[in-house]
Each structure stands twice: as structure tokens, then as C-alpha cells.
């Protein structure tokens, strides 16, 4: 008999943040569904996660309340105010039916009183004037700068803050959905939330966040309202800048894709754009939390279960993408995941689809003399679900 141990998710096993793949390929193919190292039930191919994502039967978690039963330990013994709670007691990923429905609606007519093109168009040509006569780049920096330069516009972030300070303060916030998180940099995620709440003095999109709220009946506090302008500010952020730093990472790469970036029409490069959002999957896991028992796949599943949902394995998996572990520019149709699906599909989807449409001519034609640079590896934080670079180097040909 065969006693050699079944597979096991485990990020934290060797080369694992340097590249998941090999490990999630692993799972999928041996164990598609089981119970990874702290319990959890983990799945991973595409027609699970698809399901479980669409399926009516699952809430999101809270994570608000999950922290608010962490804050005790995470806290004691400081006097530092635990804010980690009420910093996320209105992230619209993890909120469930009314107050969910409500605040989509809420951010999305927000988000549609600016004229997305033109701040894109404009912070390019910013953009590249920065960059326009050094040799070596560090292509994180320059697609975080660029993202720094729309959000700076669209939330009316003070003069004052700088680029490094905001870039930080996005991370941060990331970092607080992820998972086994030590105690100590949940006091330092509690320390950015309360430094950001000074630096949306003069925002448009704060007022409209408060005039769509009230349309709807709806009294937001000052601090809903912070709750929700660090989740706008994150999302647009950090996704964007993660999606946009591998999509350049991959074309810089390959000549093939340089040059079907500079001589493609728009639909070539929607095609190519929804591709690049499969392969790199920034955002690599969502949770979904049944609301009773069930029976799934012959596994009985007891209520209030948390279940993990890999994006970026079913984004990978060959019964739903020939050759997935390849840039296909033109595949079609091409159903990925890496947005989430149901009732929680993201809802910056269309703006970083925006972006990506705006943005990506412009600055591949002014990084094409570009190559990744001989020797340097790329660094990549330390993160679970949310797959973050934090420095890629690229030199002048």
C-alpha cells in the first residue's frame, strides 16, 4: 500500500512566493479539494471555484467582525486605539446582502462623476516626463507612481503626501485581509489607518460618497466614511498596480508581445488586456463562508465553514484554458476568475479594464528600449492572497 503523505497547501513551502504555481499545480492535479494546514478547506480547479463563487448558497466573511475578535490579543498591553475594525467595517467585499447592494451602488455612481480617460491620458504624460531620462527603472515604482498619480486626482489626496507614503499606506491596508498575519504588523496596519485619515481634506469623491448616501436614506458617520475612502483608495491602488507591474513585466519580457501591443487595434488589445488579467492574478484567494451545512463533492461541510477559493490556480487549470500557463494574446473566449464572479464580482473591474486600455500603449511604446535586467531578481513580499512585487528592475537597451 501506497503510505507516502497526500499533498497539502502550504504557502509557506520553499520558492512559494517566489512562484505559487508549481505548488498549486500540484494541489490541483492531486488534491483538488481538501483541508490545508490550519483546517481550512481549500479548492482549486476552475469548475469548483467557479461554482462556489456564483453560488447563492455562500456569504462573503466579515472581516470587520473578525478583527474586532482579534483586536484583545492584537492590542494588549498598548495604548495603541485599535482601529483595525472600524477602519474595515465598510469594505464592500466583505459586506453581505442590503449593506452590500447599497454600497455598490453608492461607489459606483461615485466613481462615474469623474472623467477616468483624461486623468488616465494626462497622468501618463506626467508619467514619462518623470522617467523620461533615466536608464534603469524599477518597473514597480513606475506603474505604482502612475497609479499614485490617477488616485491622487480621483480622491483628493493632499499635496503634501508623498508617493512613498501613500504607496505604503495602500500596502498596508492589503495586508490586513491576509492570512496568519503576526501580531506585530497588525499594530503597524493600525498605525496607517490612523495616519490616513487626514489626507482626504478636499475630495470630490468624499462628497459624492455622501450625497449617493443620503439619496438612498443612508446616514454615514465620519468614520463609514473613512472606512470607505481606504478601501477606494486601496483597491484602485494596489490591484491596479500589481495587475498593471506583471502586464509590463510579461510584454517587456517577450518581443512577440511587445509588438502585438504596438501594432494591435482595440479589440486586440481587449483580448490581450483580459489574458493578462488571467495569467498574473494579483488577487490569488477569496474567502466564501457557508451559511448551512452541506455536501459537496461527498464532503460534508458544517455551517459557517470558511472556504478558500483559489483564483490563481483555477485561472491555471487545463480543463478550462488550453496551455494556461502561457500568454495567448488573442485567446477567446476567455472566462477568468481573476475578478471573482457572483454577487461580489470586483467592482473596480471596468476601471482597471479602463486603465489598462488607456495606459497600455503609451507606456509600452516608451518602455519597448527597456529589457529585464541580467542578474536581478525579482522581489516579491511575503503575501498570500494578494500577490505583490515589490521591486522588478529594468535597464535601457
Avoid at 498591553?77 to 459586506?95: E, V
Avoid at 489626496?157 to 505604503?168: G, L, N, R, T
Avoid at 477567446?332 to 464572479?341: D, I, K, S, V, W
Amino acid at each position: 500500500m501506497d503510505r507516502k503523505p497526500q499533498i497539502i497547501w502550504n504557502p509557506f513551502s520553499k520558492g512559494y512566493f517566489e512562484n505559487p504555481y508549481h505548488h498549486l499545480e500540484e494541489c490541483r492535479e492531486k488534491r483538488p479539494i481538501h483541508k490545508g494546514i490550519h483546517n481550512e478547506l481549500v479548492f482549486f480547479e476552475y469548475k469548483d471555484v467557479s461554482k462556489l463563487l456564483r453560488s447563492n448558497d455562500f456569504v462573503v466573511s466579515e472581516l470587520s467582525e473578525y478583527l474586532k475578535k482579534k483586536e484583545p490579543y492584537i492590542f494588549k498591553n498598548t495604548n495603541t486605539c485599535p482601529y483595525l475594525s472600524k477602519g474595515t467595517q465598510k469594505w464592500t467585499m466583505y459586506l453581505n446582502n442590503e449593506a452590500h447592494k447599497s454600497m455598490r451602488a453608492i461607489m459606483g455612481k461615485s466613481f462615474k462623476e469623474f472623467d477616468l480617460s483624461t486623468i488616465i491620458e494626462e497622468s501618463i504624460i506626467i508619467l514619462n516626463e518623470k522617467y523620461k531620462n533615466q536608464t534603469e527603472i524599477d518597473l514597480v515604482n513606475y506603474c505604482a507612481y502612475f497609479i499614485f498619480l490617477v488616485t491622487e486626482r480621483l480622491f483628493g489626496i493632499k499635496d503634501f503626501e508623498s508617493f512613498q507614503h501613500i504607496k505604503k499606506y495602500s500596502n498596508m491596508l492589503a495586508r490586513s485581509q491576509d492570512i496568519f498575519v503576526p501580531k506585530q504588523i497588525y499594530q503597524e496596519i493600525n498605525s496607517w489607518f490612523l495616519w490616513g485619515k487626514n489626507i482626504f481634506q478636499d475630495s470630490k469623491y468624499k462628497e459624492n460618497i455622501r450625497f449617493f448616501a443620503e439619496q438612498l436614506g443612508l446616514q454615514y458617520t465620519d468614520e463609514d466614511i473613512y472606512s470607505i475612502m481606504s478601501i477606494s483608495v486601496m483597491a484602485s491602488f494596489e490591484t491596479s498596480k500589481d495587475n498593471l507591474t506583471m502586464a509590463l513585466f510579461e510584454i517587456i519580457k517577450n518581443k512577440k508581445l511587445t509588438d502585438y501591443v504596438l501594432n494591435c487595434n482595440a479589440k486586440e488589445l481587449n483580448l490581450l488586456i483580459e489574458e493578462l488579467f488571467r495569467f498574473s492574478s494579483p488577487l490569488q484567494y477569496t474567502v466564501r463562508v457557508n451559511k448551512a451545512p452541506l455536501e459537496y463533492n461527498d464532503i460534508l461541510i458544517p455551517a459557517q465553514s470558511k472556504l478558500y477559493l483559489c483564483l490563481a490556480s483555477a485561472n491555471r487549470d487545463p480543463q478550462a484554458f488550453e496551455k494556461p500557463n502561457e500568454i495567448i494574446p488573442d485567446r477567446n473566449p476567455n472566462e477568468h476568475l481573476a475578478f471573482g464572479g457572483g454577487n461580489h464580482f470586483c467592482l473596480g473591474a471596468q476601471i482597471s479594464r479602463q486603465e489598462m486600455r488607456y495606459c497600455l500603449k503609451p507606456m509600452v511604446t516608451f518602455l519597448q528600449k527597456f529589457s529585464i535586467k541580467e542578474g536581478e531578481q525579482i522581489k516579491w513580499a511575503k503575501q498570500i492572497f494578494m500577490r505583490t512585487a515589490q521591486s522588478m528592475p529594468i535597464k535601457a537597451d
